[in-house]
């Protein structure tokens, strides 16, 4: 193998390296969304729960191994807050999903173009 076509078979191994930590990363991601969603969806079925709530039943929230009581109209805004910093986080893991998905169509252009090079360079010799 030459200068030149060790050259370009360490570019291209380059490439698959970043492809194949970027495609670690997505997955992490993924699940990291997957589990976003699910708490999303757990805390709706909660807000549903409290909604359904007359102004006189009682709230009661669990902190640590103590049940305390708690305001009906305060547990409604805890959990809407809560909903609303879950879905600000499924918003930004999706933004960057969609970068990393991007990054890693460039890698494999990257990497098809290298091949082709090296195929070129090994039948020129």
């Known amino acids: 193998m030459d200068k030149k ?11 698959i390296e970043a492809y194949q930590n970027l495609q670690k990363s997505c997955v992490k991601m ?10 999303l969806n757990e805390n709706k079925c909660v807000l549903d729960e409290l909604n359904l709530l007359g102004p006189d039943n009682k709230v009661y929230k669990l902190f640590g191994p103590v ?11 805890n959990v809407g ?8 986080e499924l918003k930004s893991s999706t933004d960057t999903l969609e970068n990393m998905e991007k990054d890693m169509l460039k890698h494999r252009e990257s990497v098809a173009k ?7 360079a090994a039948a020129m010799q």
């Open 30 to 39: 993924v699940k990291q969304r997957a589990m976003l969603e699910s708490q």
């Open 114 to 120: 290298y091949q082709q090079q090296c195929q070129v």
């Open 81 to 88: 807050k809560r909903m609303e910093y879950i879905s600000k």
């Open 67 to 77: 049940l305390v009581k708690q305001e009906l109209e305060e547990s409604r805004q």
């Open 5 to 15: 076509s060790a050259a370009l078979y360490k570019k291209m191994q380059a490439e």
